[in-house]
């Protein structure tokens, strides 16, 4: 029987690179104790850490660590998504023997493939192991409300979706009016629509790690019923979240920028390539982040 009690606030790591592109092993142990000073329930490995960027080596140590660092406080989720079904099945058993608590995965991103062998694909995963599993709905490898309700039933693995096509509400009316509560839902996308979200009936966000503090204050002062609270202070963030949802790669040195600032990176690069934001970026970040007093925590 699969864990189904995860919910909450489960912030993506940054991968914290030097200069050279190597990974900096002490700064992700940082990163994870910053997110449990925030008072985060889990932590994810996963498209927003560059993990497509780690060669099979680097994916296992940096797994490896997280879990060690976090050592059973909170709960720590893999991306094992691959272009292949043999790819995704290896990568998610080496996850569970590494610790993960459980593994996301979005379909293989090649055009043209039809549902059923998109269908096909979870479910083989499904079956091949006894550790939860996210499907990701996501701009680029969507997973419709009908087929994320089909697979809910189809293997009792398949009980969570994180759904990140925009606009993500009525993705979650209509997977929640489909698959009830065979599936938990999860937002994401730097919490575009985190409020409405969490209205629709979301039992947990997947966003940046940067604001991993706010994501929490905001889940819960709507979790306690004061929505008019949650959604003021989710609003005064918004142009600092704006500022890390840029494409292109330029939301990795924006967010792990913010990171360093806050004490938690001792440098921050993200690994190439990946467009550099101009000077103009960066001044308003400084500007928003004194205005807003996002200091270390």
Sequence with gaps: MPDRSFNGVFPILQMPFNQA??????????EVEY????????????????????????RDEVLSTVVDQANGRVKVV???????TVQTIHYTRAAKVLGADA????????????????????????????????????????MSPALLADLSQANENLCYAKIETLPTPNRFSETAELAG??????????GVFFIEEMRRGAKGTMQGIALCDIVRKTWDFFQAGDEITAESLWNDYQPLVKLYTLAEGQLYWVAKEILKRRGVFTEAYPRLPAVTPDAGIYRELDALIERLGVAAI
């Design 21 to 30: 592109g190597q990974i900096i092993f002490e700064d992700l142990r940082a």
């Design 78 to 84: 893999m991306n094992t998504g691959a272009p292949s």
């Design 35 to 58: 997110a449990i000073r925030a008072g985060v329930h889990g932590l994810g490995i996963a498209y927003g850490s560059e993990v497509n960027k780690l060669d099979d080596h680097e």
């Design 103 to 142: 593994v996301m995965i979005a379909p293989p991103a090649i055009a043209g493939i039809p549902t059923a062998l998109f269908r096909q694909h979870f479910v083989h995963i499904s079956e091949s192991t006894d550790i939860p599993i996210y499907m990701q709905d996501m701009t680029g490898a969507a």
């Design 181 to 190: 509560d065979n599936l938990s839902m999860f937002g994401g996308a730097n």
